[in-house]
Structures are given as C-alpha cells and as structure tokens.
C-alpha cells in the first residue's frame, strides 16, 4: 500500500493513459488535487485543481497569505518547481493549483456590488487559474464552493443537526444555482436573505375536536 493520498489513486487509475504526452489537460476539484498527483503529470499532462490550504504538502507562508481584510480581487501566488499555487480573493478565498497556467494575465471578472445608492456591477481582477478553472469545471462543483458561504452549521452540534442542516444547505444552495441560471438578477446573499422566514404567532383560538368530545362523553 502506498502513501499518496486517495484522489491521486483514484485520478491515476481511471485515466486512460493512452492520452498522456498527447496534450491534454485535466481540471478536478479539491478532493483529488495533490501536489504529488500534479507533479507526477506535469511531465505528460497538464493538470489543474482546486484545493484546500490546510491539506498536507502545500505551501503556507507570507507570500500566498490572504486575510479577511484581503480586498475582492487580491490575488496571491507562489511557485514550486512546475506547479503555481494561487489564492484569489472573491466573496471567500479560492485557492488554485496549476501546472499549465500563469498566476495572473489580466483577466477580470464581472460582479454585482452594492454601493450607496444601487447594485452595480464592478470588474475585478482574477487569476488566470481560477478563470481557466471556471470556464472547464462550469458547475461541476460550483454547489460545493457555494455549501461553504452561507452554511447554517457551526462546530457546537450534534451529528444528527449537521445532517438535517447540511440537506438545508444543500437544498437553498441549489435552488439559487437554478434561480441564477433562469433570472440572474440576484447575488448568492441576497438570495439567502430572501429565504428568510418572518417568524408568526399562531392563532390562540381553540378549534373543538369532535373525537375528543366523543371521548370525553364517554368518560363522563
């Protein structure tokens, strides 16, 4: 049994590697990309992938930092032999790992941004990875990024309330991807704040129940 993490066996064994050294490019999201698995195909393949910045074997130092205070369109990179890993600041922190891409071109992209009087929308820069990325995986993971903004669940709970929130979550989350391909007129926080509901007190009117007078006849 090797020690390479479970995405880099599950990558490697279902490729056809036919393709390899033909000029392919592979895209995956952040449970199979690993710096080992993109080395392995930096000779053969270009690859590209999300990934999560507490996993093992990436590089975490003052160069790639970004913060809470990080403005929307901060890009950060750092290079490691063939492999660039970026982090680029949206609503939340993407980080993207490449073998095929520069960290950034001067590509932009477009969001919706509430200023005094209106929503407009403003350009930002993005990182040429994270374009590349969007434009191939389109929303192959988009519900999955999206899980992580506005999630009703915190560390504090029981197993059973992470389950039935994380089907909650699951299920606005969706509802705005097909919301946003049909209107596209609302942003993923203003729809979340739509789904709000106003709490509202029941009528303290008691309704008679005949089978319960039935049983308190009978009783009597």
């Given at each position: 049994?090797?020690?390479?993490?479970?995405?880099?066996?599950?990558?490697?064994?279902?490729?056809?590697?036919?393709?390899?050294?033909?000029?392919?490019?592979?895209?995956?999201?952040?449970?199979?990309?690993?710096?080992?698995?993109?080395?392995?195909?930096?000779?053969?393949?270009?690859?590209?992938?999300?990934?999560?910045?507490?996993?093992?074997?990436?590089?975490?130092?003052?160069?790639?930092?970004?913060?809470?205070?990080?403005?929307?369109?901060?890009?950060?990179?750092?290079?490691?032999?063939?492999?660039?890993?970026?982090?680029?600041?949206?609503?939340?922190?993407?980080?993207?790992?490449?073998?095929?891409?520069?960290?950034?071109?001067?590509?932009?992209?477009?969001?919706?941004?509430?200023?005094?009087?209106?929503?407009?929308?403003?350009?930002?820069?993005?990182?040429?990875?994270?374009?590349?990325?969007?434009?191939?995986?389109?929303?192959?993971?988009?519900?999955?990024?999206?899980?992580?903004?506005?999630?009703?669940?915190?560390?504090?709970?029981?197993?059973?309330?992470?389950?039935?929130?994380?089907?909650?979550?699951?299920?606005?989350?969706?509802?705005?991807?097909?919301?946003?391909?049909?209107?596209?007129?609302?942003?993923?926080?203003?729809?979340?704040?739509?789904?709000?509901?106003?709490?509202k007190r029941t009528s303290a009117d008691h309704v008679p129940v005949p089978g319960a007078e039935q049983a308190s006849d009978a009783t009597a």
């Open positions: 049994k090797n020690n390479f993490p479970r995405g880099h066996d599950a990558v490697t064994s279902l490729l056809d590697h036919m393709v390899l050294g033909s000029g392919y490019h592979v895209y995956m999201d952040h449970f199979y990309t690993s710096p080992k698995l993109l080395t392995d195909f930096a000779l053969k393949f270009g690859a590209c992938g999300t990934y999560r910045d507490n996993r093992k074997d990436y590089p975490r130092n003052a160069a790639n930092l970004l913060n809470k205070k990080s403005v929307r369109g901060s890009i950060r990179w750092i290079w490691d032999g063939h492999l660039v890993f970026v982090k680029w600041m949206d609503t939340q922190e993407v980080s993207v790992c490449s073998t095929i891409h520069a960290a950034y071109t001067g590509d932009t992209v477009q969001r919706r941004v509430k200023t005094q009087d209106a929503w407009r929308t403003k350009s930002f820069p993005c990182s040429a990875p994270v374009t590349a990325y969007n434009q191939h995986m389109g929303g192959v993971d988009l519900s999955d990024q999206l899980l992580q903004y506005y999630s009703t669940q915190h560390k504090a709970m029981k197993w059973y309330r992470k389950i039935f929130l994380h089907f909650l979550d699951i299920a606005a989350t969706n509802s705005f991807i097909i919301h946003k391909q049909l209107y596209g007129t609302m942003t993923h926080k203003e729809f979340m704040e739509e789904q709000k509901i106003t709490p």
